[in-house]
């Protein structure tokens, strides 16, 4: 694994850490069980302070992407598997956007407002399967 950061983004360095890390995920470089590399190592290979690789460790923990276990380290969550999945349908659904004409702020606005939980179409109730 090889975590990425540019030192001229404005994007702050643990966030870029979290990206790095959800993009090796998103792409089965890291799979579930698999583990991160430790803190201080990634510090002290990135110049930065161990610190700032935490916080990162903590986002992803707080997102459900990773466990942070003491003597194991931080390891992904089988929860994650499915990103990759994820990422890929997102992908699809961004590219039949652009088809319709869609920009990706009308977008996100449309993914915004979409329910978690959604509901039967005009609230009618999905009738019950015969016992």
Do not use: C, F, W
């Not at 090796?24 to 590399?37: C, Q």
């Not at 459900?64 to 089988?78: E, F, H, M, Q, S």
Request: aromatic share 2%; charged share 20%.
């Amino acid at each position: 694994m090889l975590i990425r950061i540019d030192e001229a983004s404005e994007r702050p360095i643990y966030a870029q850490i979290a990206d790095s890390v959800r993009a090796d995920v998103a792409s089965g470089r890291i799979g579930p069980g698999g583990p991160l590399p430790p803190a201080r190592e990634v510090a002290t290979g990135l110049g930065i302070n161990v610190h700032t690789v935490l916080r990162a460790y903590q986002q992803l923990r707080d997102e459900g992407l990773i466990d942070l276990k003491r003597r194991r380290g931080a390891v992904v969550t089988p929860a994650a598997a499915g990103l990759a999945e994820l990422q890929g349908e997102v992908r699809a659904l961004v590219d039949r956007a652009a088809q319709l004409g869609v920009g990706p702020a009308l977008l996100a606005a449309l993914v915004a407002e979409t329910p978690a939980d959604p509901q039967p179409p005009l609230g009618i109730a999905p009738r019950e399967a015969a016992a």
